[in-house]
C-alpha cells in the first residue's frame, strides 16, 4: 500500500536563486506566495520545493555527500515518494496546504549543486508546490495527501 503520510526532517531556505539553501529551525509559508525570505518566493507556480529524504540518500549510494539544503530544496520529507504524486495533489504540512503544481524541471546551467557536486536530484525528483493556506513549517511536522490531483 502506498503511504500517505510521511513528516518534514528539515526546512531550508536561501535569499539567492540557484544556490544551496541553509537548515533553519522553521520556515513560514505565505499563502500564493511561498517562503517569507526565500528567493524563490512570488506569485509563480514554483513556490515551495521539496525533496524527499529518499533521494538523498540515493545519491549518497553514489559517495556524493549532500545535506539537507543542498539540492536547494525548502523541505525535505521521509515517509512519502514526493515525485510519484500527480501534479493537483494536496497536502497538509505542519500548519500550511499547499498543491503540487510540478514534478522535476530543468536544472540553471550555473547551477551551484551540480557545479559542486556533478549531478542534481531535482530534475528528476524534486516536486515544486504553491501555497493555498500559509503556516509555520518546522521539522516533526507532519506531511499528510489530503486530496490526489488528476
Known sequence: ?????????????????????????????????????????????????????????KMKQFGIEAG??????????EGLVLHSLPVGTRLRVGEAVLEITQIGKECHSQCEIARSIGICIMPTEGIFLRVLKGGVVKPGDKVIVERYGE
Open 1 to 57: 500500500m502506498v503511504s500517505t503520510e510521511g513528516r518534514v526532517v528539515a526546512v531550508c531556505l536561501s535569499p539567492t536563486k540557484g544556490t544551496k539553501k541553509k537548515a533553519v529551525e522553521s520556515i513560514t509559508l505565505v499563502e500564493d506566495h511561498g517562503v517569507l525570505g526565500d528567493a524563490h518566493a512570488g506569485k509563480w507556480h514554483r513556490q515551495v520545493s521539496m525533496l524527499g529524504m529518499e533521494s538523498i540518500e
Open 68 to 77: 539537507f539544503g543542498d539540492f536547494a530544496e525548502n523541505i525535505t520529507t
